[in-house]
């Protein structure tokens, strides 16, 4: 009987919405983001940023930060505000200091390895709390939720961004066409990597807003809401760390 030597063991790929997962389309993440949505999802940034409204001295945590997209955009938003970016990726992490390093934004945004669902922070430390595109890889969402509320502070704004399946209005199913089969195919096409067929997967598993906003209201958010963005194609998600008593 012949042993397997350590060069011949078949390593088990990573858990699909993983970091190591993600690790593998790092260098084409940006250029992909923007040709499968058509840039459409710098916008759908914008669009958080403003539900955040931001304030001068404002502590924000970005979850899934990734390449850092959003935390420079929040950065950006309000100059008198630092953010904290946590991802699970070390290659979107070393792409994403990389861009806040050109864009001089190192002395405000600091990214960090770490996991939403435990996260390496103080109870009620930050103001604001955002994630885009992220909530949909964690494997227990509910667990990512009540932490967004043990590290605000009372009153902290959180805005989340997650793809959907797309349903409204008379482009509707033009849109599915695009999510359920251009966004894979042109994906393995551009990156050689068959990452993208999990993309159109996982955003069929999310569930419906309304189902997804009643998790944030069982993790103990308050003033939850969700707006539907490009004929559902993506949500905005806003809520609310519940007040001190007298504090608005």
């Known amino acids: 009987m012949t042993r397997e030597t350590p060069s011949q063991a078949i390593t088990p790929a990573p858990r699909p919405g993983s970091g190591e997962f ?35 001295g404002d502590r924000i945590l970005d979850l899934a930060t990734g390449t850092g997209d959003l935390a ?26 990389s861009k806040v390093a050109r864009r001089g934004l190192s002395d405000r945004i600091a990214l960090e390895m770490g996991d939403a669902q435990r996260l390496d922070a103080d109870d009620a ?13 964690v494997p227990d969402r509910l667990a990512a ?15 989340i961004l997650e793809l959907g399946e ?24 551009l990156s050689g990597a068959r990452e993208y067929r999990y993309l159109q997967t996982s955003i069929a ?6 189902e997804f906003a009643a998790s944030m209201r069982e993790a103990g958010l308050v003033d939850v ?24």
Not at 125 to 137: C, E, Y
Not at 205 to 210: D, I, L, R, S, T
């Open 72 to 97: 420079i955009a929040l950065a950006k938003a309000e100059p008198g505000a630092t953010v904290v970016g946590v991802d699970p990726s070390r290659g979107m992490l070393a792409i994403g200091e």
């Open 145 to 159: 939720l009540r932490e967004m509320r043990r590290v605000g502070k009372p009153g902290a704004r959180i805005g």
């Open 225 to 248: 809401g969700f707006e539907a963005l490009t004929f559902g194609a993506c949500h905005l998600y806003t809520a609310r760390v519940p007040a001190e008593e007298g504090v608005r």
């Open 205 to 210: 598993a999310f569930p419906p807003p309304e």
């Open 22 to 56: 993600f690790d593998a389309i790092a260098a084409r993440y940006d250029f992909l983001n923007r040709v499968l949505s058509m840039g459409i999802d710098v916008w759908w940034r914008r669009k958080t940023v403003k539900a955040l409204a931001l304030r001068p």
């Open 125 to 137: 430390s930050f103001d604001a709390i955002t994630m885009a595109f992220g909530i949909r890889n």
């Open 166 to 189: 797309p349903s409204g209005g008379l482009l509707g199913p033009l849109a599915r066409f695009h999510v359920r089969v251009m966004v894979p195919r042109i994906g393995a096409i």
